[in-house]
């Protein structure tokens, strides 16, 4: 893990330094809850394995790294806002929703199939006049915690 949070550390000073903001103490701190946790988190996750942290400072500070493209939000079955590294800082990946509990952890899949579902979609879509440009494949299911 400590390569990939030096890289992962490295892209985000890059990023933010291009927008003209600075990597303070507390974004930094909250790229290594991203990195720790592997998987789209919310801020009361982040909270339980920091607790010294504020829920404000938490808040802005993931508002500030959504606004330079370092995170995005995703969307799960529950209510709670679940953060993670845009696809440009961890790669393409996609989401498995577990409808129970509302885990949601990151798989990737082999770049042959990746290409296969752009085909797939490209084709699907061909007769509609829309044209994609990215996609985010979402499975729902149950966890292994949860079956």
Same mark, same amino acid.
């Given at each position: 893990?400590?390569?990939? +949070?030096?890289? @992962?550390?490295? !892209?985000? %000073?890059?990023? +933010? &330094? ?10 930094? /701190? ?9 998987? $789209?988190?919310?801020? =009361?996750?982040?909270?339980? !394995?920091? =607790?010294r942290l504020t829920r %404000? ?8 790294? /959504?606004?330079? #493209? *370092? ?8 209510? $709670? ?7 440009? *800082? *961890? #790669?393409? &990946? &996609? &989401?498995? *929703?577990? @409808? ?9 899949? =082999?770049a042959p199939a990746e290409?296969?579902? /752009? ?12 044209? $994609?440009?990215?996609?985010? +494949? ?5 966890? =292994?915690?949860?079956?």
């Amino acid at each position: 893990m400590g390569e990939r +949070l030096a890289q @992962t550390h490295e !892209l985000v %000073s890059a990023r +933010l &330094h291009k927008a003209g903001q600075l990597y303070t103490k507390g974004r930094r /701190e909250l790229v290594e809850l991203l990195v720790l946790t592997a998987r $789209p988190a919310t801020i =009361p996750e982040m909270l339980e !394995l920091r =607790p010294r942290l504020t829920r %404000s400072s938490l808040y802005r500070n993931m508002a500030d790294l /959504e606004s330079v #493209g *370092i995170v995005r939000r995703v969307v799960g079955v529950d209510d $709670p806002t679940r953060y993670e590294f845009s696809e440009d *800082i *961890i #790669g393409r &990946h &996609h &989401h498995a *929703i577990c @409808t129970k509990c509302g885990t949601v952890a990151d798989f990737f899949m =082999p770049a042959p199939a990746e290409r296969n579902l /752009e085909t797939s979609l490209d084709k699907a879509l061909g007769t509609t006049g829309f044209q $994609p440009n990215t996609h985010r +494949l979402d499975v729902f299911g149950t966890c =292994p915690n949860c079956h």
